[in-house]
């Protein structure tokens, strides 16, 4: 089927076409993704990112988007134009959505009806940030949420998997489909940029000592010391390191 564009800044991708069902991942404003089958309430999507399927409500999507600029921070407050004084609303967009700039004013921008981000928050489309290790600092502490991939909570892989998002890189979405995709590297010593892969977790190296992941067990996203996170998912989670990659390589 035809593409649509994902029109609310953030939603819910379900295992099933039920509320009550895993919730496996979440999708953005903007995102581009096609229909594979649809009812009355539920449409079963396929995303194009990342080719990830499961089910969303059905709505009015989004039928025609070119995105001219991206998020740049982890929350981005939507405001509304009354009277030339912008109001800020209850609601926002989050790192690495894409808008349309459709309309410029003072020192915000308009991506829909009445709908306005401030310009700082933003990047051309295009812009790439090649460091990781800012993109992976910005959840410092923020929620751990199976399934989220935003700044109101976020899981290990969907960690990972926001930079090269924002980078308009594929890189997939689960851990064990990253697993699959990742080159295994053989090395004595952790290096910086280093992906550390148990069968059900991952996380990256900041440098040969500190680790950053977003963590289960403890509710957020935390550095941590490298060797005392593969001792502790030993002992608690009974998992040995799989694998060992490099977001250099990708």
């Known amino acids: 089927m035809e593409n649509n564009f994902y029109n609310k800044s953030l939603g819910n991708i379900y295992s099933k076409p039920f509320v009550n069902s895993e919730i496996t991942s979440q999708i ?79 020192n915000f921008i308009r991506f829909g009806k009445n709908n306005w981000i401030k310009k700082k928050d933003l990047r051309e489309i295009n812009h790439v940030e090649k460091n990781y290790g800012k993109i992976f600092k910005l959840f410092l502490k923020k929620k751990y949420l199976w ?61 040969n000592k500190k680790f950053i992941h977003a963590y289960g067990p403890k509710k957020k996203v935390l550095i941590m010391p490298i060797n005392y996170t593969i001792n502790l998912i030993a002992k608690t989670a009974y998992l040995e390191v799989k694998k060992i990659s490099s977001i250099k390589d990708y």
Do not use: M
């Open 28 to 106: 953005l404003y903007g995102e581009k993704f096609k229909i594979l089958s649809k009812n009355k309430n539920w449409v079963k999507i396929k995303t194009s990112f990342d080719r990830y399927t499961g089910y969303i409500k059905n709505d009015d999507f989004i039928r025609s988007f070119k995105p001219t600029h991206k998020i740049y921070i982890l929350k981005s407050k939507i405001f509304i134009n009354i009277r030339s004084k912008f109001v800020e609303t209850k609601k926002n967009l989050y790192f690495s959505t894409e808008i349309i700039n459709l309309e410029a004013k003072k």
């Open 147 to 207: 399934g989220g991939k935003s700044a109101d909570g976020i899981d290990c892989s969907a960690l990972i998997q926001i930079f090269f998002k924002y980078n308009n890189k594929f890189f997939p979405r689960d851990t064990k489909d990253q697993i699959k995709f990742c080159k295994n590297k053989i090395h004595k010593n952790f290096k910086n940029g280093d992906i550390i892969f148990w069968k059900s977790h991952v996380g990256l190296c900041l440098n």
